[in-house]
Structures are given as C-alpha cells and as structure tokens.
C-alpha cells in the first residue's frame, strides 16, 4: 500500500516530530527523499513505533509525504522477528508548523491510500532460512518478468 498526504506550509518548521508503525514494514519519503524505514520491532504485548522529525526534509509551500506498507501476512513465515495482526495498517500521530499555519498529519484523515501491485509474494521458491523474506519487486510489467 501507498499512503500520500499533501499539504501546505506557510513556513519551513524548525521541528515537526512524527510518531509512525505500520503492519509490517514501511519506507516514508518526504518531498522525494527517503527519510526512514521501519518500524521497531514489536511484540503482541507492546506495539512500538518510531519517532522521527521530519522538519529537516519539509519545505515552505508544497509538501508531500509518502509512506510505502509492506505487509507480510499473519499465517506465512515471512518476516518472522515482526508481530502481525489480523488486518494492515499504519498508524501516523504528529504534527508540523505552529500556531494557525500548523497541519495535523494524524493518519485518520487527509491521507490517500493506493493498493501498490509491483510487489509479489512469490511462493515455492528457496527463501532466507534466516529472515524467512520472499518478495520480488517487479520491475517491467510490459516484458512479464519479475526480478
């Protein structure tokens, strides 16, 4: 899954601290850089998430940020070290700016989420032993192959 949230600043912030997780795995890019990959590891006990300040890749005007899930499924092997739940999701708790040009970047609204089919969960292949991942990311869809 691809999360987006677009927004404006009327200037750049000092700081603008995030607090993030995801089922299972996540690479958040902001305005085109690659900020952080995540998240902590977790327990069924605990859910930890990661605490990241964003300000340094957050511009005045225009700004996105895209937060990329991949989710292994509960009853595979993938990802083992990794607590799964039933369904997916991601969790965004945070803000940026201040006063009356501060934005809530909460995850519960002004997010769009789209369904990304370049990743595949090829089966029947040898894995890792170790981390147990299986993905191939696809890379030409016009020739059918996968790398």
């Known amino acids: 899954m691809s999360f987006t949230r677009e927004f404006d600043l009327d200037a750049t912030p000092s700081r603008a601290i995030l607090h993030v997780s995801a089922d299972t795995r996540y690479k958040i890019y902001i ?28 511009k005045k005007s ?34 940026t700016g201040s006063g009356e040009g501060s934005v809530d970047l909460c995850s519960r609204q002004g997010w769009l989420a789209q369904v990304d089919e370049s990743v595949l969960f090829p089966t029947g292949l040898l894995d890792d032993v170790f981390l147990h991942v299986s993905i191939h990311i696809l890379l030409s869809l016009s020739l059918g192959k996968i790398y």
Do not use: C, Q
């Not at 305005?31 to 990241?52: C, E, F, K, M, Q």
């Open 31 to 58: 305005n085109g850089h690659r900020v952080a990959v995540g998240p902590s590891r977790s327990s069924l006990i605990i859910w930890y998430y990661d605490t990241i300040d964003i300000a340094p890749y957050l």
């Open 62 to 95: 225009k700004n996105e940020i895209r937060i990329i899930v991949l989710r292994y499924f509960a009853a595979t092997r993938a990802a083992m070290p990794f607590e799964r739940t039933s369904f997916p999701g991601m969790t965004v708790v945070g803000s």
